[in-house]
Nanobody
Framework: VQLQASGGGLVQAGGSLRLSCAAS????????LHWYRQAPGKQREWVAH???????KYADSVQGRFTISRDNARNTVYLQMNSLKPEDTGVYYC?????????WGKGTQVTVSS
């Protein structure tokens, strides 16, 4: 399993970024994919997920600002982040879980300046 996240960067508060995560080694169309993030000095936290039926769910902290989507033809999951806040700063990871095993991508840094 390989997960490659990209699209991070430096943005001012109120701005937008779109993250991508390309997956391989899984049957993408039937898989639930998650986004997590980890701020400096804090534990990794769950951000959002998209199921194989494209059902989505979000953490309260990002509800209404972030949108997760998936393209099964490209084996890619996206995270559109709008109205970014400094507290959204961190490394963003995509995640896939098979049975009791978690697979993580390398992560992409998002920095939101005030």
């Amino acid at each position: 399993v390989q997960l490659q996240a990209s699209g991070g960067g430096l943005v001012q508060a109120g701005g937008s970024l779109r993250l991508s995560c390309a997956a391989s080694g899984i049957t993408f169309s039937i898989s639930t994919l998650h986004w997590y993030r980890q701020a400096p000095g804090k534990q990794r936290e769950w951000v959002a997920h998209a199921t194989s039926y494209s059902t989505t769910k979000y953490a309260d902290s990002v509800q209404g600002r972030f949108t997760i989507s998936r393209d099964n033809a490209r084996n890619t999951v996206y995270l559109q982040m709008n109205s970014l806040k400094p507290e959204d700063t961190g490394v963003y990871y995509c995640n896939y879980r098979r049975s009791s095993t978690d697979y993580w991508g390398k992560g992409t840094q998002v920095t939101v300046s005030s």
